[in-house]
């Protein structure tokens, strides 16, 4: 019997009621398990917290996630509670650079062709995976203040060797599990960083010579992305990059509602939505958990449950073969505790 201790942080915005969903699925894959027995410790971190304590995330609560198995994580921040720079809390943000997360893992899969606006695309057509560096990359400065009398303020983009071996190497692996291609997405042909970037991939590249590479510039992958998603099995690149493209990946499966991602490290690792808070939707029950649910099947491979992680994929798959069983952003009228039952319904 496998006992986990899984840190549950749910935040702010939807942030509680996505985690929600994910922790009553855990509980009915629990309940059919003979092998898993979860113990979740809630979490208070983010914007609520900071309005409480003055702290977004106080040093006991990393304390106390540094001691379980895992964390689950909802989404953080909101848009009335900003840093003096004028920056949102980003909590989740800062565990990937206290915990050392490097690797922001975006799995980009169609569950159904009607969830994707482009036309034709069958589900075997957008199957791909988004390696982004989480530690460093043009995120680098984004705490330095600046004078808002400036006449220009700079931001860096920090590209190290070890940040770009260690990425670019766990692409490559999870390459090797999968269809055996990367593309490297940089803009090496403007920024010498970038040019930096692609030379420590090409040396790492050199140690796996069983797989394909492509080397693309950012803003040509944003149109391959839309017109050829079907080249693609892993991506990596660097932070904003990555950051801004997998929101894009998320628009051609169905949105963010339907974007999981786990963010990952040699010692810890955080399993959350791709998406924010979402506040335009929070409190009203219309929030798609299915990014959540995923991640939390994230959590589970991470934690060598990968059949338990699998049953949930399923299940969520099975869900919604039923066209009426959508939330709004996916096209129809079910609350997320009805998408959850129905996921439920299906494990
Ligand atoms: P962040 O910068 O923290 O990633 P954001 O401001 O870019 O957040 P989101 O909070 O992800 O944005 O929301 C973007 C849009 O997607 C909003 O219209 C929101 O309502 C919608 N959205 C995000 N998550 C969900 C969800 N789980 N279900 C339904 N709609 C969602």
């Not at 702290?55 to 840093?83: S, T």
Request: aromatic share 6%; net charge negative.
């Amino acid at each position: 019997m496998s006992h986990l201790h899984i840190a549950v942080l749910e935040g702010d915005g939807i942030g509680p009621e996505v985690t929600a969903s994910a922790v009553r699925v855990l509980k009915a894959v629990e309940a059919l398990s003979d092998d898993l027995d979860f113990d979740f410790e809630h979490i208070s971190v983010g914007a609520g917290e900071y309005l409480k304590s003055g702290n977004p995330l106080p040093a006991q609560a990393l304390d106390r996630m540094r001691a379980c198995d895992a964390i689950l994580l909802g989404a953080m921040g909101l848009p009335h509670v900003r840093w003096p720079n004028g920056t949102e809390m980003a909590p989740q943000v800062e565990i990937r650079e206290v915990l050392d997360l490097y690797q922001g893992i975006r799995p980009v899969r169609l569950y159904r062709p009607s969830l994707t606006p482009l036309k034709g695309r069958q589900p075997d057509d957008i199957d791909f995976v988004l390696f982004r560096e989480n530690t460093e990359g043009l995120f680098w400065e984004r705490k330095c203040s600046h004078d808002p009398r400036a006449d220009a303020v700079e931001n860096a983009m920090r590209v190290t060797r070890h940040g770009t071996e260690r990425i670019v190497r766990a692409a490559f692996e999870a390459a090797l599990r999968r269809r055996r291609k990367v593309s490297l997405v940089d803009k090496a042909n403007v920024l010498p960083a970038m040019a930096f970037f692609r030379a420590v991939f090409d040396e790492v590249a050199e140690s796996y010579p069983q797989v394909e590479t492509e080397r693309l510039y950012v803003d040509a992958t944003a149109l391959y992305l839309v017109q050829q998603p079907e080249r693609f099995d892993v991506l990596v690149t660097e932070n904003m990059f990555g950051d801004i493209l997998s929101d894009l990946a998320a628009g051609i499966v169905g949105g963010m509602g339907m974007a999981p991602s786990a963010d990952i490290g040699d010692t810890y690792a955080v399993f959350q939505p791709a998406h924010g808070t979402a506040p335009d939707i929070a409190g009203k029950g219309i929030a798609n958990p299915l990014a959540t649910i995923l991640s939390a099947a994230m959590m589970l491979d991470w934690l060598d449950h990968g059949a338990a992680g699998h049953a949930i994929r399923d299940a969520v798959e099975g869900a919604l073969r039923d066209p009426a069983c959508r939330t709004a952003d996916i096209g129809g009228g079910v609350t997320g505790l009805e998408m959850t039952d129905a996921v439920i319904g299906k494990l």
